[in-house]
């Protein structure tokens, strides 16, 4: 009752104001009597005009900063969605396996990105997940394709991307760029595999009753392996008891104190596959792009100093050594070879080839996962090197069927055993074949390959 007497009140004031306000008007003649109704309209489609513009930008106002709100919760939503995508994604590989539970997890979470996704970017996702768990998971007990990888994932990034930022455009040359980097930066920090020898390491006992037996007489075992060394054309940079170094063009092969250990080690500027299949091959040691190296078994319990009070009189050390060297020295001549191979190769077959087991590969593209390639070195090993070259034909994975169907194709010889890889053989090039027309016999059997295959 007492709402409906002050509303009423309110209406009556408002009322005795309006007539006041005219007779005001009209004792001060702003206006006539005839003026009244006309004057009274125009004010009241006025106030009605004021109202409506009112409501129309208020109501536009509203929608706006409703369609703000909800852009923004939808970013939200999204940013949240593929953060955990990606994290779902990465959960599932990182043990580089897939379980059913795992598989069940990407899958309905990809239907949860799907509601936020076009039809494309799914399907550019969907792909490159595909790669993702080849790559990763395919093959567990393998290294995996760093370089492969990180596409991929810049890929699945970048459909997210185009999705949540309408304006923005991710250039693909620079990301590209950035996966070999990744490739490169985790290629020169790969983990470590000491392989100690404990029945080999020398004692310093033994070495002081060596020493006492021989009346410290003078070995000249690694006197005689440096004059042939430098027959090679290998300069001897520096030669202490306790530093030794040679070095030929890119290749470089050394010996010093690190770590609280004796060590030797391999390079070839910057070719990672040679440190690579150094350690791959010698199941030890660590590297770094092209660098290899490893702490040595016999020289394992000598501290600093020690060379150079027992190696001018130790057999068993110099004859380590100089083993090791000679070793390393045939390494790293086998990378010059196949390197000048892979450099005469480049121009026409590209990125096709490169060096792998001091070889050098053809590879020839297919559509499966198993390509073949023509892998091509020098024979023998260091101790029994006959300088000839043989050409091979391999497939990737082992894919022992396409093997034998290829080697049938192309006449090749029985399928062999070389370094854990099935291989045919289909030429051995006499050892005074020139570096050119090893090359040019390379890409002779890529193409035919490639026209059979």
């Known amino acids: 009752m007492k709402e409906k007497i002050k509303n009423s009140t309110g209406i009556l004031i408002s009322a005795i104001s309006v007539l006041l306000i005219c007779a005001i008007a009209y004792i001060c003649r702003l ?17 009605a005009i004021t109202i409506l513009i009112t409501f129309i930008l208020l109501r536009s106002q509203d929608k706006s900063e409703l369609s703000r709100t909800a852009k923004s919760k939808i970013y939200e939503e999204k940013l949240r969605i593929y953060q955990e995508y990606l994290q779902t994604l990465c959960n599932a590989i990182e043990d580089r396996q897939l379980s059913d539970d ?13 509601m936020h996704t076009t039809d494309e970017h799914i399907e550019s996702i969907s792909k490159s997940v595909e790669e993702i768990l080849k790559c990763v998971c395919l093959y567990p007990n393998k290294p995996y394709d760093v370089e492969k990888l990180q596409k991929e994932l810049f890929n699945v990034v970048k459909n997210f991307q185009e999705e949540i930022y309408e ?3 991710p250039n693909d040359k620079c990301r ?22 404990t029945d080999s390491v020398i004692s310093i006992e033994s070495l ?39 070095t030929k063009g890119d290749a470089k092969v050394k010996y010093g104190f690190y770590d609280g250990h004796y060590y030797v080690q391999a390079e070839y500027g910057s070719e990672v ?19 290899w190296w490893w702490h040595l078994d016999k020289f394992y319990d000598l501290k600093e100093n020690d060379a150079t009070k027992y190696f001018p009189t130790s057999k068993e050390l110099q ?16 990378q010059a070879k196949a390197s000048s191979w892979e450099k005469m190769l480049k121009g026409k077959y590209g990125d096709n080839v490169y060096t792998w087991h001091w070889g050098t590969v053809c590879e020839i593209k297919d559509d499966t996962d198993n390509n073949p390639y023509i ?12 300088n000839t070259t043989r050409i091979m034909l391999a497939v990737n994975n082992n894919d022992i069927e396409k093997l034998k169907v290829l080697q049938q194709k192309a006449s090749a010889s029985e399928i062999e055993d070389v370094d854990g890889y099935k291989m045919a053989l289909l030429e051995t090039l006499p050892k005074n074949t020139t570096d050119d027309d090893i090359a040019q016999n390379i890409g002779k059997w890529s193409d035919k390959i490639n026209n059979i295959k």
């Open 31 to 47: 206006f006539t009597v005839t003026d009244v109704p006309y004057q009274f309209l125009s004010a009241i489609l006025g106030a």
């Open 102 to 114: 795992e598989k069940i997890r990407l899958q309905f979470q990809t239907s949860y990105i799907t």
């Open 167 to 169: 304006d923005k455009t």
């Open 176 to 197: 590209n760029e950035a996966a070999k980097i990744f490739s490169q930066a985790f290629a020169a920090f790969e983990s470590s595999t000491e392989r100690v020898n």
């Open 208 to 246: 002081q009753e060596s020493a006492a037996n021989s009346d410290n007489a003078k070995v000249e075992i690694w006197d005689n392996a440096r004059k042939e060394w430098e027959a090679k054309g290998w300069n001897i940079t520096d030669d202490s008891f306790e530093y030794k170094e040679i």
């Open 273 to 291: 596959y040679f440190s690579k299949f150094l350690k791959e091959k010698e199941g030890c040691g660590r590297r770094q792009y092209g660098l």
């Open 319 to 334: 004859e380590c050594l100089a083993d090791w060297f000679t070793y390393l020295v045939d390494a790293c001549e086998r």
């Open 375 to 386: 892998f091509a070195y020098k024979d023998g090993d260091y101790k029994n090197n006959d």
